[in-house]
């Protein structure tokens, strides 16, 4: 499917890009982002394909 798979336990999440997604969207969406670069905010989610 050529979608990276990250552990979070490893990662290091840029804090700055936290407050693009609320708490919320976050719980409902099972997303976490992890980083902004070139305009581009990448994200992990355990569902790749939630159609969000």
Do not use: C, W
Not at 24 to 49: G, H, S, V, Y
Request: glycine share 6%; charged share 15%.
């Amino acid at each position: 499917m050529g979608i990276p798979h990250v552990s979070l336990y490893r990662y290091p999440i840029e804090e700055d890009v936290l407050g693009f997604v609320t708490k919320e969207m976050a719980q409902e969406n099972l997303i976490m982002p992890l980083k902004l670069q070139d305009n581009t905010l990448t994200i992990a989610t355990i569902i790749p394909f939630n159609g969000m």
